[in-house]
């Protein structure tokens, strides 16, 4: 196999040049979340999608059932864990595992594993640069088989401060940490919300992650044209360095892409308000501005 280049994507030339290598394991995420106006629920898998057509290799994860913690109250929260552990090493993903992840919107699923990913330890992961639909522009096929692999180990380790949690966002407010909320301007400005309350976290910035990406295949605009939206959109970037960065969305999803965004500007990671907007949108005794 090719080394993994270096951050948070590859190509699609670089992951058809290493299809087949016993140590690569492609997975599939897509989903489908529905607008804040439609009915609930809002949040799908699409386990269709991927048996009818999937790259060559790939599996299949469902973002709602295989990496979440069932059991919690608020949506989608990270698995704990030794389900993780379990989910991954049943499909033949383990320590020595080199993991490209794809959908086909705008690389939030695959967003939400690579970061799950990386809360477990786990760096060997990349994002496959316009998923589904940068690969299927450029000419590579699809299949409708199923693969299998041997069982694997995988070893959760965690890294706490890759998440983030409500009463650690509240104690950061007004203390110099970024907060980059990555939903629409209409669910920022509180005319739209999936939850009870409507507005945004004290303090936050609005950089909708759809605006970070290319509207045509869903690729990631370059580090200088990041850059430019990020500064366009409030942000002294030469601060950065200093200050802790956390993104938020309303699940802890579609806030990935405008985290790895600043990450593709600024080589910095941000964490994860993994409870995002679900809780803290819902929690009358928590601050919010519209």
């Known amino acids: 196999m090719s080394k993994l280049p270096d951050g948070p994507l590859v190509s699609t030339t670089w992951l058809a040049a290493n299809l087949g290598d016993p140590r690569l394991r492609v997975v599939d995420m897509r989903g489908k979340v529905l607008p804040p106006t439609e009915p609930k629920p809002h949040y799908f898998a699409r386990r269709e999608d991927y048996d009818a057509a999937h790259i060559p290799g790939a599996v299949y994860l469902n973002w709602l059932t295989d990496i979440v913690n069932l ?6 929260q990270v698995a704990p864990p030794a389900k993780i552990a379990r989910v991954l090493g049943a499909l033949g993903i383990g320590d020595d595992s080199r993991i490209i992840i794809y959908d086909d919107w705008y690389s939030m699923y695959a967003g939400r594993l690579l970061w799950v990913l990386r809360y477990y330890g786990f760096e060997h992961a990349r994002i496959l640069n316009g998923g589904l639909l940068k690969w299927l522009a ?3 096929t699809l299949t409708s088989e199923v693969p299998t692999y041997p069982p694997a180990t995988f070893t959760p380790r965690p890294q706490p401060e890759l998440r983030k949690e409500a009463d650690q966002v509240l104690a950061a407010l007004g203390t110099g940490t970024l907060l980059l909320d990555a939903r629409s301007a209409r669910e920022f400005h509180g005319e739209e919300s999936r939850a009870s309350r409507s507005g945004h976290i004290p303090g936050a910035i ?6 970070l990406l290319s509207a045509d295949d869903h690729t990631y605009a370059s580090p200088e ?9 409030g942000i002294d970037l ?13 699940g802890g999803v579609s806030a990935t892409p405008t985290a790895l965004a600043f990450e593709l ?7 994860l308000y993994d409870g995002s907007w679900n809780e803290w949108g819902n929690d009358a005794t928590k601050p919010l501005e519209v």
Do not use: I, M
């Open 138 to 140: 450029d000419g590579h």
């Open 225 to 233: 044209a990041l850059r430019e939206r990020f500064a366009a959109a």
């Open 206 to 211: 609005n950089v909708f992650y759809q605006n």
């Open 265 to 271: 500007a600024t080589g910095k990671r941000a964490a």
């Open 71 to 76: 059991d919690d109250p608020v949506p989608v």
């Open 238 to 250: 030469s601060t950065v360095a200093e200050r802790e960065v956390v993104a938020y969305c309303n």
